[in-house]
């Protein structure tokens, strides 16, 4: 997964308001050959920092300012006492306005240029200058045998601003994509860092703003902002007189057969993250196991909706959807939630079922699709899902008049007004089943202790993320319940419980 700081900043931008702050930026009076020069400057020093002991550089380098970068970052190197060479792809001679003036100093410092081939070789720290956050369309020849070269170089790679081939709205591989094992981005962080296949080929995230002004771009408009502990929402700590009353009555509604183990794990959450009570229907079979796994739940088996209708009166939110199946018995549940006026949150077939059309999801509800579950949802594909998954968050927030989380590799917070949270924690040991209702019953707790809906899925997002990450390292094998302790543990780091 990328490695961030956290002192990276919040905002996140698309390409276009990436345009409007550099330009602003020249406008206020810094020329842009002085902000090429400090990009330049920002890469070469991460770059050292990496890879102490390098002493050759092969800068591969385009035709915009990104290419402009590349030829300072190679004159650094060269007054540096590197071995240095510039491989172009394409005419130098299409270079204009500053990254012709880099060029042109790259000419002057005598640092070899050379036209890039198939067969020009690649040696020591490759440097990614190709393509920058304009790029929209696939890429073409020769850049795309180009990057392809990169990739299968086995050498070390530093990306300038982002990843050639890298969608800076989307995090989609537009074709290829630079795998770097560095990035330096400079000004504005960029959505697409963080999302879609943007960990598969950011490496190690450095940001520099290039002493941007902050007033410059404060009314710039953000596409989304990045979770981090400085940002969260957090849950109201509690009085010495606190008593279970306060902190709400979840019930989570699901375990068709077959499926008991889903409830039960958003049950357990539910209970470890601070719900005052909890109560669990699901098939009656799966009642001595909950019992034992979850005693202090309170478990009715429900072989009906009619069984529902008392309990739905004394509660205060639903979870609705684990191991909740697309039979009848799932379906009659489902409809009975669905008449019910409290918050919820709708997970697995209970999304299945609302893309079917068979029922209507009430209002302030929390949705928690996969790609796959968010592409039935609004009746495309999940590749369509997933080539654009800030627009698909927001449309479906928007569909549904609902906070959506769509999940996957920087999942996605999205609020129907166009709020959009993004949370780029994670580990791949987290590519197991189970996570999910885990997730879903930590938001229904935190919705249940009085969160506003963004904010409990928000929080609950970035907690779970987090304790992924933690309990990831150690290796494959991670397993949903693995994560609950993580989860109440970064919970009470997070948000003490006591005042």
């Not at 981005?185 to 002493?211: M, S």
Request: hydrophobic residues 45%; contains cysteine.
């Amino acid at each position: 997964m990328p490695q961030t700081k956290d002192e990276l900043p919040d905002a996140l931008y698309g390409a276009v308001q990436l345009r409007e702050l550099d330009a602003r930026l020249i406008a206020a009076g810094t020329p842009g050959f002085e902000l090429m020069q400090r990009a330049a400057r920002a890469t070469w020093r991460a770059l050292v920092r990496q890879w102490p002991d390098a002493n050759e550089l092969t800068v591969l380098a385009g035709h915009g300012n990104n290419a402009g970068d590349g030829y300072l970052i190679a004159v650094l190197a060269l007054r540096a006492g590197w071995a240095v060479r510039v491989l172009a792809v394409g005419d130098p001679q299409r270079l204009q306005g500053d990254a012709a003036l880099a060029h042109a100093e790259a000419l002057a410092a005598g640092v070899a240029l050379q036209h890039w081939t198939d067969d020009s070789e690649l040696r020591g720290v490759l440097v990614d200058a190709l393509l920058g956050t304009g790029l929209s369309g696939e890429v073409r020849e020769p850049y795309a045998a180009a990057i392809n070269s990169i990739n299968t170089s086995g050498l070390p790679v530093t990306a300038v601003d982002i990843p050639s081939g890298l969608c800076a709205d989307t995090g989609r591989t537009l074709g290829v994509a630079v795998q770097a094992d560095l990035t330096v981005t400079f000004i504005g962080l960029k959505v697409g860092l963080f999302t879609g296949d943007a960990a598969d080929h950011i490496g190690e995230l450095v940001f520099n703003d290039l002493q941007a002004c902050a007033d410059i771009c404060s009314d710039i408009a953000v596409r989304a902002r990045r979770l981090n502990p400085a940002n969260l929402p957090r849950p109201a700590p509690r009085a010495p007189t606190a008593h279970k009353g306060r902190f709400g009555h979840v019930l989570l509604i699901g375990g068709d057969h077959g499926f008991g183990g889903a409830i039960l794990l958003s049950t357990q959450m539910a209970l470890r993250s601070g719900a005052g009570m909890v109560s669990l229907a699901t098939r009656p079979e799966h009642v001595p196991a909950a019992l034992t796994r979850v005693p202090e739940a309170m478990a009715l088996g429900t072989s009906s909706a009619n069984q529902l209708m008392g309990l739905l009166e004394k509660v205060s939110t639903l979870v609705v959807g684990p191991g909740l199946g697309q039979a009848s018995w799932g379906c009659a549940l489902l409809s009975a939630a669905a008449n019910a006026p409290l918050p919820q949150v709708w997970d697995a077939d209970a999304l299945n079922l609302l893309a079917s059309g068979f029922v209507q999801l009430p209002k302030d509800c929390v949705i928690t699709p996969h790609p796959g579950e968010a592409a039935r949802l609004l009746g495309i594909g999940t590749t369509e899902v997933q080539a654009d998954r800030p627009t698909a968050a927001l449309e479906l927030s928007r569909k549904y008049t609902a906070v959506v989380v769509l999940k996957g590799a920087g999942s996605l917070i999205a609020h129907p007004d166009g709020r959009l949270a993004l949370c780029h924690q994670g580990h791949p040991a987290m590519a197991t089943g189970g996570l999910g209702d885990v997730l879903a019953g930590l938001i229904g707790a935190l919705l249940a202790q009085g969160m506003q809906a963004f904010d409990a899925a928000s929080l609950a997002v970035w907690l779970h993320a987090n304790a992924g990450l933690q309990q990831g390292k150690f290796g494959r094998g991670l397993a949903a319940s693995d994560l609950i302790p993580a989860i109440r543990q970064l919970l009470e780091e997070q948000a003490p419980c006591l005042k």
